[in-house]
């Protein structure tokens, strides 16, 4: 049985590693072509999901991302001309992080081709798999995805209480 166990997580980490190294290639060559970094993709995407905006707080929920490197986003991002604060009078770094962010007309220009290049990317990387088993993958990965996170706080707990 522990053979098993052991096949079975090599197997599913060498897999998920190789899914995120592939997905980081993805994002850098796609967004390449539209002169953003992959980084960029994860805020365009939900901001575009999300018209009435986000603060920059929820999309690091959302992304189960850092404060840092969304804050580092969203300025290359306004910089750009892709997004802007929407009411935000005063826009000191510590006010922007709950301000809410808005795509801006070209920042939507430019989401439609972040959401065509993930469109792609996930057509293609699905199409060996029927409905009914892309749906039961995805189900199976969020209950990974929630107990391994479940599994972590409890580490984290136990740790605090050593």
Known sequence: ??????????TFTTNIASIYKNIVKIKKYEMNKIGLKGT????????????????????????????????????DLLEQGLVEYVNAEDTSDKRKYRAKVILTPKGIAYAQKVNAAIN???????????????????????????????????????????
Do not use: W
Request: glycine share 4%.
């Open 1 to 10: 049985m522990e053979a098993a166990m052991i096949e079975r997580f090599e």
């Open 40 to 75: 960029h993709v994860t805020c365009m995407n939900f901001l575009n999901n999300s018209p009435e905006g986000l603060t920059a707080a929820e999309i690091c929920v959302l992304a189960k991302e850092n404060k840092a490197g969304i804050s580092r986003a969203l300025a």
């Open 120 to 162: 792609n990317a996930v057509s293609f990387g699905g199409s060996d798999l029927s409905d009914e088993t892309r749906a039961v993958f995805y189900s199976a990965l969020k209950t990974i995805s929630a107990n391994l996170e479940q599994y972590c706080n409890e580490l984290e707990r136990n740790d605090d209480h050593e």
